[in-house]
């Protein structure tokens, strides 16, 4: 099984709402991710935990807020976003973090997110 | 940085044409993974190629790492509807974070 769920699917919010993306997996991966996608662009990496810890901030700005519960559960909370954020948010799962053949990285469907 | 280049950016074919798209690196890679990206869709993992030369078989789909593991492509046989997507290659230097070609978009007219 292969699989990493998220949600919502699909989100709408106003600039001065705070909301949460969740993503989960249950492949026993230590390192998950998070992505953003823009429309006819390649994910860009925004977030990397390893081992429940952050590992890697692409200088995110604050109003994106990573937290990681538990090995399966990765949260991205927003807050005061502007409409330029508005895309798609994907999360992925690795078997270890940047380790060669065990970082091959599983998508989750994507939170498909619109800021107005 | 380290910057993987990726062609053509949109490929249309005729189904039953042949299809390929090739990556280029800056620098040389430990590994790199392909995508593919239905419309409205994620991406979702295909295959990674991991040592130098390699040749990989997926049915109609074959993979190549250069010699010099700072290229790869990605060659599909007679091409079918189902495979309309964007392919995207990424690329791993030791250590490192993914990083993503551009993305070929590729349509099929039946």
């Known amino acids: 099984d292969t699989e990493v769920t998220q949600t919502p699917k699909h989100l709408v919010m106003g600039m001065t709402n705070k909301k949460s993306l969740k993503c989960e997996q249950h492949m026993g991966h230590r390192a998950m991710y998070w992505y953003k996608q823009k429309a006819k662009k390649p994910p860009e990496l925004m977030f990397v935990y390893s081992y429940e810890k952050l590992s890697i901030n692409e200088s995110v700005p604050s109003r994106f807020s990573p937290e990681c519960p538990n090995s399966s559960l990765l949260n991205l909370h927003l807050h005061a976003l502007q409409p330029e954020d508005s895309a798609l948010y994907l999360c992925?799962?690795?078997?270890?973090?940047?380790?060669?053949?065990?970082?091959?990285?599983?998508f989750g469907p994507g939170t498909r997110l619109t800021v107005l | 940085g380290q910057q993987v280049m990726q062609i053509p950016q949109y490929q249309h074919v005729q189904e039953g044409e042949d299809f390929t798209t090739y990556c280029n690196s800056s620098t040389t890679l430990s590994n790199i993974q392909w995508y593919k990206q239905r419309p409205g869709g994620h991406p979702v993992f295909l295959i990674q190629l991991v040592k130098s030369g390699e040749v990989k078989k997926q049915k109609r789909l074959t993979f190549q790492f250069g010699e010099a593991k700072k290229n790869s492509s990605l060659h599909i046989t007679a091409t079918q509807t189902t495979d309309v997507g964007t392919y995207f290659c990424a690329g791993r230097t030791s250590g490192s974070r993914l990083t993503f070609g551009e993305g070929t978009q590729l349509t099929v007219n039946p």
């Open positions: 992925a799962s690795s078997q270890t973090p940047l380790a060669g053949d065990r970082d091959t990285q599983y």
